[in-house]
């Protein structure tokens, strides 16, 4: 399953869920599938967990790992696709860029904005203070 189709999932999404399949069989949980099948059961496993979702090794490669640790933790079954996606934590939260420095012409506009708008406010402040009240 490696490079076959470009919908198939790339090398080190692959090589995540069999070392977490590995780990948690190592454990030899309730339920868990035979050792000759274990290749299988990855496959299965890339197979259900790689189409629909938008994964990046940069973003979640350390998330996969601590889910599949995460699993040997706290389950006593074997776990299925569903259980590995409900335990699989949050992306980290990306900085939001900051906000651009404005350029010199719109600093230009700015100051004249604020110019115009100095000036009506006098002009107008001075015909309140001619009318008699």
């Known amino acids: 399953m490696s490079a076959a189709a470009p919908s198939s999932a790339p090398e080190w999404f ?4 069999r070392r977490g399949l590995a780990a ?6 309730d339920g868990h599938p035979p050792a000759d099948v274990i290749e299988a059961t990855a496959k299965v ?3 259900a967990l ?3 979702r938008a994964w990046d090794e940069a973003l979640d490669a350390a998330r996969i790992g601590e889910a599949f640790r995460l699993l040997a933790l706290h389950e006593t079954r074997w776990p299925t696709p569903a259980h590995f996606l409900r335990i699989l934590p949050a992306r ?3 900085r939001a860029l900051p906000e651009p420095e404005p350029s010199a012409e719109q600093r230009a506009q700015v100051r004249t904005m604020l110019a115009e708008f100095a000036q ?5 402040g001075e015909r309140h203070a001619r009318r008699p009240h």
């Open 14 to 17: 692959e090589r995540r869920i």
């Open 24 to 29: 948690l069989t190592a454990l030899r949980l």
């Open 45 to 47: 496993w890339v197979q």
């Open 50 to 52: 790689w189409p629909g």
């Open 92 to 94: 980290p939260v990306q």
């Open 120 to 124: 009506r406010i006098r002009v107008g």
